[in-house]
């Protein structure tokens, strides 16, 4: 599976990004997932979602401003940020892995994009 984040910028605070991760390659089934890391920090779970959309998961942080989707069709991953706070600053990965995983453990996740740079601005 090949992942191809894109979408990152830089905005101010309250402000919205739509991020984008197209998957190829054997994408049936998988769980796709974004995570970020800000400078000096580790790399941390931001959001998942399973194959069918019947679960999506999220970390106490982004729950009320961040969205999670998929479309299957396009193989396509999408994270909508709303209300971003300069906390929000860091580079965003999609990662992909398989039925099962615990969403918010990276060490499950196969398959990561090379990430985008999400800046909010205060």
């Known amino acids: 599976v090949q992942l191809q984040a894109s979408g990152g910028g830089l905005v101010q605070t309250g402000g919205s990004l739509r991020l984008s991760c197209a998957a190829s390659?054997?994408?049936?089934?998988?769980?796709m997932a974004w995570f970020r890391q800000a400078p000096g920090k580790e790399r941390e779970f931001v959001a998942a979602?399973?194959?069918?959309?019947?679960?999506?998961y999220n970390v106490d942080s982004v729950k009320g401003r961040f969205t999670i989707s998929r479309d299957n069709v396009k193989n396509t991953v999408f994270l909508q940020m709303n209300s971003l706070k300069p906390e929000d600053t860091a580079v965003y990965y999609c990662?992909?892995?398989?039925?099962?995983?615990?969403?918010?453990?990276?060490?499950?996740?196969?398959?990561w994009g090379q990430g985008t740079q999400v800046t909010v601005s205060s």
């Open positions: 990662a992909a892995g398989p039925i099962g995983l615990v969403p918010g453990n990276k060490a499950e996740y196969d398959y």
């Open positions: 979602v399973s194959w069918s959309h019947t679960n999506t």
């Open positions: 390659g054997r994408t049936f089934g998988i769980v």
